[in-house]
């Protein structure tokens, strides 16, 4: 297949008329353009994949602070607390909450981690995916197909809006990872194209208008929290999806929106830290100390 994909109504069209899913129309797609072949694109999605199931690793058991000893230690509090009592939600959610905290901690400490989108928000596909993956037996190469079609998403939001809180926002890096691991989760509970592109376009829908307003300028107030509580809502919007409740308004048009949200929002909630939470008394305070 050489043909471009760069809407999710195309996307949605080649993948009907063509009887593929859409990690296999990703892939021919890609193998068209003569660049990769489909073993070197697996191979690449298998080593991101290895790459964040080792954050979570490492993640999960360091409560070394980031080097501004602001975080560090949230995601041992929270194993520490559904060791004496569980989440109301489950194991898989406790689960999720927990990754994403241990691999969003990770990256403030350096350490190696996979930006999907983006670093920022580098918590949300992994703990979704892979905890899902662990409690409910997928394998590694569905894993792979789940990664690569979270890629896909990934990419035809960016084919309108870059992903960069500088530009649109935190609804454009959490938000929009949260798009990506609704779908990723979608696909490896059995979910038919449809229901992965509604996932997407609740995921998003219900997130529009997250500012990215980090504290004293560093990617870890409020972002490291931001990571568990957009996982989880990655798994609402694949529940409801997975219910074949639609969204009232298309996939394409949801990201028109966003677009579109993001160039209407203040440059001082941007990334600049020059408003919302990073104006707050509190940072103001902590600004001072660093």
Request: proline letters at 3%; a neutral charge.
């Amino acid at each position: 297949m050489d043909q471009d994909i760069s809407t999710f109504r195309q996307l949605y069209y080649v993948c009907k008329e063509q009887n593929k899913k859409i990690y296999e129309a990703a892939i021919d797609y890609e193998v068209s353009q003569g660049e990769y072949s489909e073993y070197q694109i697996r191979l690449q999605a298998q080593n991101s994949l290895n790459a964040m199931k080792n954050a979570i690793k490492e993640g999960l058991k360091s409560t070394e602070p980031s080097p501004s000893k602001m975080s560090g230690d949230d995601c041992d509090k929270l194993q520490k607390r559904f060791k004496k009592e569980k989440s109301i939600l489950g194991k898989t959610a406790e689960k999720i909450m927990t990754y994403a905290l241990a691999t969003s901690e990770q990256n403030l400490r350096m350490g190696t981690i996979v930006a999907c989108p983006t670093a920022g928000s580098c918590g949300i596909v992994p703990s979704a995916l892979i905890a899902y993956a662990e409690d409910y037996n997928i394998s590694e190469s569905e894993q792979i197909n789940a990664l690569i079609t979270a890629g896909e998403v990934g990419k035809l939001v960016a084919n309108k809006m870059a992903l960069a809180g500088a530009v649109g926002g935190c609804q454009a890096e959490c938000g929009v990872a949260s798009a990506m691991a609704s779908a990723a989760v979608t696909q490896m509970r059995g979910g038919n194209i449809k229901q992965i592109i509604n996932a997407v376009a609740l995921a998003l829908k219900n997130i529009m208008g997250l500012t990215c307003d980090p504290v004293c300028g560093l990617v870890e107030i409020p972002c490291v929290k931001r990571n568990p509580f957009l996982a989880i809502h990655a798994i609402t919007a694949s529940e409801l999806a997975m219910a074949d409740i639609i969204s009232k308004i298309p996939i394409d048009e949801v990201v028109d929106a966003l677009e579109q949200t993001g160039a209407l929002m203040s440059p001082l909630l941007k990334e600049s830290s020059q408003g919302g939470l990073a104006k707050t008394k509190t940072a103001i305070a902590l600004e001072k100390i660093f």
